[in-house]
């Protein structure tokens, strides 16, 4: 599965998941705390293609960078991640740097983890 970011538009986050057949169970997480599901809807006409929309709640903005994580629930794979950068500029605020780091890790463990399923055997 694939997701990518289309829009940010009144403080909704919005994206294009494709390359699943059944509408998967999504979930988003900032600092390790659950936020509300993202809502997924089918594309009308394009099987396999869905819209993601995700309501960024007003408690994670915060000074400095926040990060919020959207993952398929079954697999535990990181599709997306939403970065917000408020406050003070980012070359001020190393905790953004830090927070960036951490997803992009987030992402390399998760695909070297399905590297590894894929190859054993």
């Known amino acids: 599965m694939i997701l990518m970011q289309t829009a940010i538009r009144a403080g909704i986050w919005q994206g294009l998941l494709t390359g699943a057949a059944t509408a998967p ?9 659950a936020l509300p599901a993202p809502d997924v809807t089918a594309v009308p006409g394009r ?10 709640p007003p408690e994670v903005l915060s000074e400095g960078g926040q990060v919020i994580l959207i993952r398929d629930r079954a697999s535990d794979q990181t599709l997306a ?4 950068l408020t406050g003070e500029p980012v070359d001020q605020d190393l905790r953004a740097e830090v927070d960036l ?4 890790l987030d992402m390399l463990k998760q695909a070297f983890r399905r590297h590894c399923v894929e190859t054993a055997g």
């Open 81 to 84: 991640h939403v970065t917000i």
């Open 101 to 104: 780091l951490r997803a992009e």
């Open 47 to 56: 099987p396999g293609e869905w819209q993601v929309r995700l309501p960024i």
């Open 25 to 33: 169970e999504l979930e988003a997480v900032h600092h390790d705390t």
